[in-house]
T-cell receptor
Framework: KAGVTQTPRYLIKTRGQQVTLSCSPI?????VSWYQQTPGQGLQFLFE???????NKGNFPGRFSGRQFSNSRSEMNVSTLELGDSALYLC?????????????FGPGTRLLVL | SQQGEEDPQALSIQEGENATMNCSYK?????LQWYRQNSGRGLVHLIL?????REKHSGRLRVTLDTSKKSSSLLITASRAADTASYFC????????????FGQGTRLTINP
């Protein structure tokens, strides 16, 4: 099976702009989670989607939003970008039907906000 | 907020030696997972240990879990240069909205 793919891999934006990141999960996986990784805060959970519904949400401001499509692909959007949003954004998919599921991560999108 | 704390933050050993990393966490969990990350790339899943398991092996990896102490350790035996990476523990908490809660990671360097 193909792994989790994320696009774009690199992105440069300026403060105030918005950005949309895309994640395609492993075929058959219906759960997609998003994480932000920064040197200062480490890996932090953003949100999880399952069957087009947001199931869990981390402690991030409303500028961070996401959605999931019927084919399980997911997008996350960050509006009004701030310098502190510069980070590696990772998405992970899993087979939610399993009670103890492994998260499979994509290569990430590195976002730089200038 | 981070649930896990990893120890040490950085570890440098010679190729062929064993590497041990420790992880402590705060709340009750369903399982604990270990991941590897090379130079800011995606995370690679290494091993998952359930809350009712005490030890698990996978190749050169050995993971232990002590739920009474809320701690886990990852042992990599006969290390190789290719093992150089950052290693993260991640807990799947029983309660709370977080999917996985990661530690700050251990930066492992294997010297040839």
């Amino acid at each position: 099976k193909a792994g989790v793919t994320q696009t774009p891999r690199y992105l440069i934006k300026t403060r105030g702009q918005q950005v949309t990141l895309s994640c395609s999960p492993i075929s058959g996986h219906r759960s997609v989670s998003w994480y932000q990784q920064t040197p200062g805060q480490g890996l932090q959970f953003l949100f999880e989607y399952f069957s087009e519904t947001q199931r869990n949400k981390g402690n991030f401001p409303g500028r961070f939003s996401g959605r999931q499509f019927s084919n399980s692909r997911s997008e996350m959007n960050v509006s009004t970008l701030e310098l502190g949003d510069s980070a590696l954004y990772l998405c992970a998919s899993s087979n939610r039907d399993q009670s103890q599921e492994t998260q499979y991560f994509g290569p990430g999108t590195r976002l730089l906000v200038l | 907020s981070q649930q896990g704390e990893e120890d040490p933050q950085a570890l440098s050993i010679q190729e062929g030696e064993n590497a041990t990393m420790n992880c402590s966490y705060k709340t009750s969990i369903n399982n604990l997972q270990w991941y590897r990350q090379n130079s800011g790339r995606g995370l690679v899943h290494l091993i998952l240990i359930r809350s009712n398991e005490r030890e698990k092996h996978s190749g050169r990896l050995r993971v232990t879990l002590d739920t009474s102490k809320k701690s886990s350790s990852l042992l990599i035996t006969a290390s190789r240069a290719a093992d150089t990476a950052s290693y993260f523990c991640a807990t799947d908490p029983i309660q709370g909205a977080q999917k996985l809660v990661f530690g700050q990671g251990t930066r492992l360097t294997i010297n040839p």
